[in-house]
Every structure is written in C-alpha cells, then in structure tokens.
C-alpha cells in the first residue's frame, strides 16, 4: 500500500509545488500540439518530405517513450526532484537551439532531445503530485490540476500556435518552451523539499533492461518507416524487423530474469494496472492520429492557412475548459473504472468520426474534436490514478513512468502509422502548393484509411482495458 507522504509545510508551499508540477505538464501536452499547425509551413521552409514531417513530431514521442521507463527508475533511486530539475535545464537549452535550425535533420535531432528531457521530468511530476495527499478525492483533484494545466496545452496549442504563424517565425513556438521550464524550475526548487534518501528505491537500474526495451521501442516505431522508404525489396526494413522481435524478446527474458529488473512485470499482470494503461493508450493514439490528420487535411487538402486552422481547433479549447469542474461528480458518480471505460472510449467514436466522415467538411470534425475533448478531460485523470493507486512509495516514479510512457508511446504509434500510411498511399511532395482535385480526393483516401486504421488500433486497446478492469472486479 502507499503510505502517507509528508505534507508541504505551508499552504504556500503547497501552491509552488502544484505550478511547477503543472508547468511539467504543460510542456508535455504543448510541444507537440503547439507544433502541429506549423507542419506545413515548417515542411515548406526546411523541404522537408512527408516521412521528414512525419518525425519532426515522431522524434520528440519516440525519445519520451523510449526513454521513460529508464528515467522512471533513475528518480525512484537518484531523487524525483534532482532528476526533474536536471530534465528542465535540458529542455531549455534544447529549445534555445532551435534558433539555429536551418534543416529537417537537425530539426528531429532538437526534438529527439527535447523528449529526452520530458523523459526526465514527466514521471517524477505526477508521483510527486500523487504523494502530497492520502485519499482517493484529494489526489484525483490534484492530478486533476496538473492534468488540467497539460489539456489546456494539448488544446491551445493548435489554436495559439496557427496565430502566432500570422506574425512570428515558427521557431517562437518551441521558443515558448524556455519560459515554462523556468517556471516549473523555480515552482520545484521552491515549492518541493529535497530527495529523502529514506523514501528512494535502493536496487541497482537494470542497464541491459533498460538497452534492451529503449532498443525494442525505437525499432519498433521507426521499422515501418524503412518499409516505405527502402521498399520491401530492401534489406533494411527486414533487418529492422528482426532486430525490433529480438530487442523485445531480449528485453522480455531479462526482466523475467534479473535480480532487480527495470520493470516489474507482474506489475502489468495486475488488472487494475493492465485497464488504466490500456485506457490510456487508446486515448493517446486517438488523440495523435486526430490532430496529426486534421492539422494536414485542413491545411493541404482544403487549403486553409494556419490562422484559420487554429480557429477550427478553438472548439475543443472550449471543451477541454469549461468541462473540467464536472470531472470530480463524473467520477463519483460512476466510479474510476467506469468512469474510464467510457472516456475512453468517447475518444475513440471521435476518431472514428473523423476517420469515415470528416473528409466530407468541418462539421464532422467539429463534431470528433468535441468528443474527443469530452473523453480526454476525465481519461488522464482517472486512469493514471487507477495506474498509481496500489504500488508502493518507493515504485510511483516508475508506475508514472508507465502511465506516460504507455500514452508517448501510442502517441509514437499514431504518428508513425498515420506517417507511414501516408507516405504510402499518396505520391508526389506533401509540400507542392498547386494541388489537382485528384490529388486531393488521393489524399484525403489516404486520411480515411489512416483514420479508421487508427481507430480500430484504439478500440482494441479499449477492449482490453474493459476485460482487464471487469477481471480486476470480479477478483
């Protein structure tokens, strides 16, 4: 069970480390939302490919989900804190360098190690944020703080970043970064005590555990890519292929094995754990693949500028606010597994919207934006709580760690699969700005199969959250 962490000193206290925590995720939610509007015309500037675009967004989820168990293990043992605050002054300095990007490469290589330091600081936020407070009511409401602050960045992004197009380079919008990460530095360092050795895990990290499953991740999400590129006549993609089947099974017979592994599988097995990362996954692929493919359907296929793509995301801002007072009754009302059963699967009807009728005009995917938004208020709450709720004290950076990490990578997953589709089923450069009616309707086929690709991904996912959940139930 979880024991009762030592509460802030003061009041005061409390409110600091509640607005670092929150500027944490705020970061994490914005980066990549923040930058998908701007896809376009950063495809314009740098030349960039469909693939090229595909992992200006992919980099920053790979290297996050890759990376995240490892750094969730890192703060159990080294201190949530001195890991945080090392992950901010990285993130800051890795978005000062995107003022001397001049191509995609180096771009991708910017957002690699920007995931890189989420990596570092997400985990800790919510194990830190669980650990003030000692019941159910009083910890749903603080994560539902710090999600809020996350929502509110996956949902302004979009709108803030297509107006910010209007009068500055894109470069500002990952500019941004730096001022969030000195606020969550300085709410941390003020508002959170130091690491207490007493209450850190004290096992060695599995190094190869950590090599193994990093490896298994990073091939599995960039494997597909290879196909499209090289071709199935290559030996790259196939040799890619096997390696990925090999780092996973490596990564599976180490953590069976090892005295202290990098993650406790029998974690996974617990039904309650099992439900609300399946939950969580579904809602992060949904909510990949819907921005990703309304952001480029807007913009190439309808050829709207960024200004007036960004008023078309404002509806799910609206949502994502005015919906968060009623997440508490929702959740009383109906319980946590139920409660996120249904969000989730509320996400995945959006997609399923989008994907089969959003290409015949916005009212369609007003409509996916709304439910998606409704789905994503509660899911993130209830579902990490559920995640978090039975592990020990020693454990809640790494129980974080999965919860991200299984929402990063279905976000990694999304835009890999809609990037690769994509390259696949449409010809010619995304970028080309005199675009026929034929390659329109090819392009917009493209989206619909990716949509609805996507959406069976997730329901699946839902399913398995709602037989692990009832089997939870029934024990």
Do not use: C
């Not at 995945?348 to 959003?358: C, N, R, W």
Request: aromatic share 8%; glycine share 10%.
């Amino acid at each position: 069970m979880i024991t009762t962490p030592r509460p802030p000193r003061t009041l005061r206290e409390a409110w600091i480390a509640l607005a670092g925590l929150s500027a944490v995720f705020l970061f994490e939610m914005l980066d990549n939302s923040i930058l998908n509007v701007a896809l376009p015309t950063i495809g314009r500037e740098l030349d960039a490919t469909t693939t090229g675009l595909q992992w200006v967004t992919g980099a920053y989820s790979v290297a996050f989900g890759g990376m995240m168990l490892l750094f969730g293990a890192v703060a159990d043992r080294f201190g949530r804190r001195r890991v945080m605050l090392i992950g901010l002054v990285i993130l800051g300095l890795a978005s000062l360098a995107t003022l001397f990007v001049t191509t995609t490469e180096q771009l991708i290589a910017v957002r690699a190690v920007m995931g890189i330091a989420a990596a570092m600081t997400t985990p800790g936020s919510m194990a830190l944020a669980f650990r003030l407070f000692g019941n159910d009511d009083l910890r749903v409401r603080a994560i539902t703080v710090i999600s809020t602050a996350g929502l509110v960045g996956l949902a302004v992004g979009p709108t803030a970043g297509g107006l910010a197009l209007a009068v500055v380079p894109w470069q500002v919008l990952l500019l941004i970064n730096v001022p969030i990460a000195a606020l969550a530095f300085v709410g941390i360092r003020a508002g959170i005590a130091a690491d207490d050795p007493a209450d850190r895990h004290h096992d060695p990290i599995d190094i190869w555990g950590a090599v193994l499953g990093t490896s298994a991740i990073v091939l599995a999400l960039v494997t597909p890519t290879l196909f499209v590129n090289a071709g199935t006549g290559s030996w790259m993609p196939w040799a890619g292929t096997a390696a990925t089947v090999a780092a996973g099974v490596g990564f599976v017979l180490r953590e069976r094995t090892a005295r202290t592994p990098l993650l406790d599988l029998r974690l996974l097995a617990l039904p309650l754990v099992s439900s609300g990362l399946a939950y969580k996954a579904a809602a992060g692929l949904a909510v990949a693949g819907l921005s990703y493919l309304v952001t480029l359907q807007l913009q190439f296929a309808w050829g709207w500028p960024p200004a007036a793509a960004a008023v078309a995301m404002l509806p799910q801002v609206v949502v994502l606010l005015a919906s968060g007072r009623f997440v508490g009754p929702f959740v009383q009302k109906f319980g946590l597994d139920r409660a996120a059963f249904v969000s989730s699967a509320a996400v995945v009807l959006g997609l399923a919207v989008f994907g089969l009728f959003g290409r015949f005009g916005y009212g369609y995917i007003l409509f996916a934006l709304v439910l998606v938004a409704i789905g994503m208020r509660v899911v993130g709450v209830v579902a990490g709580t559920n995640v978090l709720k039975g592990l020990p004290e020693s454990r809640t950076s790494m129980g974080a760690a999965l919860v991200d990490t299984s929402s990063e990578l279905a976000t990694a997953i999304g835009i890999a699969v809609t990037g690769t589709l994509l390259a696949a089923l449409f010809g010619g450069s995304i970028t080309a700005t005199d675009w026929s009616r034929t390659r329109v309707t090819q392009f917009e086929t493209a989206v619909t199969i990716a949509g609805v690709t996507l959406t069976i991904l997730a329901a699946a996912l839902v399913a398995v959250g709602l037989v692990r959940s009832r089997r939870g139930t029934s024990q």
